[in-house]
């Protein structure tokens, strides 16, 4: 039980540090989205790859924050049975949820954007547009860290069910965030 408490505790911080390091992009997004409007519509002036900048940074925020949200009972869920339920209930709604919906869900989305993410590195993908952002590729495989930070964070979700189940009241779901 040591052992997967370990692994909650260390899914946890991992998702917690990239959602707060993920906060400043926002900001970032915030402050970039202001700049051109300010030199478009004040100055007549455009620049192609600031346009860019704040949608890859909205984007980042989204998939990389994904775990996060998880993290933090942000996801939307259906409430017809869970908003009712008790802990045990509630455990095994997300325990079941996390098994046949999620994490099968991410590992098809691995698996079919691999080709696609694969080729974007191949020939080391940029911006289709003039003047835009290098690195699209990049951007790309924010897909298989989506995948990725959000397929643990469902792990961990199963993991912390399971302790409440096995006993530890440190672990009981909320209907509200965990």
Known sequence: MDRLRGFVAAVDAMNRAVGEALSWLTLGTVLVCFAVVVLRYGFGIGFVWMQELYVWQHA????????????HNGHVRVDVFYGRADGRRRAWIDITGTLVFLLPWLAVLAWESTPFIGQSWAIRESSQQTGGLPGYFLLKSAV?????LLGLQGLALIARRALYLAGDARYTPHAGTD
């Open 60 to 71: 980042l925020v989204f998939m990389l924050g994904a775990g996060y949200t998880l993290l």
């Open 144 to 148: 298989w860290a989506f995948c990725l």
